[in-house]
């Protein structure tokens, strides 16, 4: 890891509080409720009925919500990853049963399957 790639990683760990609390405010929820209502009117996005879904810099895993909420009767099976150890930290207790963990977005090589 490159001194600039540890601290934007050290930066990212320090702002983890934060970032949730300013993810969970009401305006950032409307507008991302408002956001993604547009973005799935408008694309034809066709899911199997269990979509093995993978995203990365998953920050809270709000992506399976995103999911959920605008591809509903669809199984989704999530996993995902993030840069920051301590969101991943924060995240594990808040949504127990989804997979995810601390991995590089850049370096990052998935498994085969």
């Not at 810099?57 to 009767?73: K, Q, R, S, V, Y």
Request: glycine fraction near 6%.
């Amino acid at each position: 890891m490159t001194p600039d790639q540890e601290r934007q990683r050290e930066h990212f760990n320090s702002i983890a509080d934060r970032y949730h609390a300013a993810r969970r405010g009401a305006n950032h929820q409307l507008l991302k409720r408002l956001m993604w209502a547009r973005f799935f009117r408008k694309i034809n996005l066709r899911l199997p009925d269990t979509a093995r879904v993978l995203e990365p810099m998953c920050g809270f895993a709000d992506g399976l919500d995103i999911l959920t909420e605008h591809m509903p009767g669809k199984k989704i099976e999530y996993q995902g990853y993030d840069y920051s150890e301590r969101m991943v930290e924060k995240v594990q207790p808040l949504r127990p049963g989804v997979v995810v963990w601390q991995a590089d977005a850049t370096t990052y090589q998935p498994p085969a399957e």
